[in-house]
């Protein structure tokens, strides 16, 4: 089969390896089939589309609706390479699932607005699919009210003029939505059960989601907030897209596996 590659943007260790291995488990693939790029330590360079069955982007501490003086060198990189990809992305209607950063980044770049009017506090909220929602096939494989993980400074006021709009909560107007019929992103983190909101409420402690000295209640509150799993939407993403032949094409070598990417 060809694999899927997942984009990290996470600088810290830590939470960066448990992003993946919770994309891993929840996408029930390996290394050798979900193959990761850490965009915040490489350029990206070249992604041939063909080498892949489909490109899954993880959160971070990134923010697109950050003031652009206030950027980092290394985020306004990222961010053009995310645009750039998306430039051949978008059109191609490549399969993409875009989480949590996904959803700032593909939203800005498809014309939506992108701002700090619907930010949500690390922890649980209930996501609720709407019509279009429940039926596509990956958002709609699970119930149609579910609960599940967030944390952002940002979220979409508006959704892109061409977009579906695929869930929503009371805390976000938009949870998910899809362009095209195979470009996703949604805010709420597909991938994070209670032990890795731990790891990331460690490691983000300071960076401004919740006061530090109420970083032990945060994690207490998600425990007790019934939210163990949420539907499998990566996993059906993989199922829907996952091509059955083909390798990876030529490129540099990524966890001890060649990739269609060529990093600058």
Not at 185 to 199: M, R, S
Not at 207 to 213: N, R, T
Request: charged fraction near 25%; charge should be negative; aromatic fraction near 8%.
């Amino acid at each position: 089969m060809k694999p899927f590659l997942f984009l990290g943007v996470r600088p810290e260790d830590a939470p960066a390896d448990d992003e993946y291995a919770a994309m891993l488990r929840c996408t029930g693939l390996d290394e050798s089939t979900l193959r990761r790029v850490r965009l915040e330590a490489a350029p990206l360079g070249d992604v041939d589309l063909d080498a892949w069955s489909g490109i899954v982007l993880g959160g971070g501490p990134f923010c697109v609706s950050d003031p652009e003086d206030t950027k980092s060198a290394v985020q306004r990189r990222v961010e053009a390479d995310l645009a750039r990809l998306l430039d051949a992305v978008v059109p191609a209607d490549h399969p993409f699932f875009g989480a949590c950063y996904g959803i700032g980044t593909l939203g800005r770049h498809q014309g939506g607005v992108v701002d700090r009017a619907h930010p949500e506090p690390v922890g649980a909220v209930t996501v609720e699919l709407t019509a279009a929602g429940r039926a596509d096939p990956v958002m709609g494989v699970g119930p149609t009210r579910f609960g599940a993980f967030v944390g952002h400074k940002e979220g979409l006021s508006a959704l892109p003029p061409h977009a579906v709009l695929l869930a929503t909560s009371s805390t976000a107007p938009v949870q998910a939505f899809r362009v095209g019929r195979n470009v996703y992103a949604t805010q709420f983190h597909p991938e994070l059960d209670v032990d890795g909101l731990a790891t990331r409420v460690e490691a983000y402690r300071y960076d401004g989601y919740f006061d530090p000295a109420e970083a032990a209640q945060v994690v207490a509150d998600a425990r007790t907030s019934g939210v163990r799993t949420v539907p499998g939407v990566l996993r059906a993403f993989v199922e829907r897209y996952v091509h059955p032949r083909g390798d990876a094409g030529p490129g540099r070598t990524v966890l001890g596996d060649e990739t269609g990417v060529r990093q600058g």
